[in-house]
């Protein structure tokens, strides 16, 4: 999954890569292994190339804060970017299948089968690392399919939406 992020100003373009708590993130062509354990509500153990940090993560408009222990980072992200990868290449014919990115949670279920849409339009919001995204519809059509519901796990590569 790919984003652009300002980080105290910079403009940085992050991916990030991998599942179940191991992940590679790449930072402007520069990758950092990351371990990552929930150690409760809004709170997450790092392992970053071999160091350890206790982080909060607070969600906010455009982005979120990362309280350290002595330190609060704000990260904004583009709408563009908001969990929204770069939609598929449209197909020449037939559906277009939206898939998930990455592993994470469905929070919440956009459209329904049968529902018109418009290229980009959000379909589903699915939460990853502890960050929602709202991934997004790769061309106008009709909802053919919503095989996914809300507060479902899914891996990476799951059927998430088909419009055709």
Do not use: C, P, S
């Given at each position: 999954m790919r984003f652009d992020a300002t980080v105290e100003g910079r403009s940085l373009r992050v991916e990030v890569r991998g599942k179940d708590g191991r992940y590679t993130v790449t930072i402007d062509g520069r990758p950092v292994d990351v371990?990552?354990?929930?150690?409760?509500?809004?709170f997450v153990s790092l392992l970053i190339d071999g160091r350890s940090y206790e982080v909060g993560l607070e969600a906010r408009d455009g982005g979120y804060t990362v309280?350290?222990?002595d330190d609060?980072?704000?990260?904004?992200?583009?709408d563009a970017s908001r969990g929204a990868a770069a939609p598929p290449p449209k197909p020449a014919s037939g559906p277009a299948r939206l898939t998930a990115p990455m592993p994470g949670r469905l929070v919440r279920v956009l459209v329904e089968a049968g529902q018109q849409v418009a290229a980009g339009?959000?379909?589903v919001v699915m939460e990853a690392m502890k960050m929602e995204n709202e991934l997004r519809s790769p061309r106008a059509g009709r909802v053919r399919e919503i095989p996914v519901r809300e507060g479902q796990v899914v891996e990476a590569g799951?059927?998430?939406?088909?419009?055709e």
């Open positions: 371990d990552l354990e929930e150690t409760g509500r809004d309280v350290l222990a609060a980072v704000h990260v904004d992200l583009a339009q959000g379909l799951a059927l998430l939406a088909l419009v």
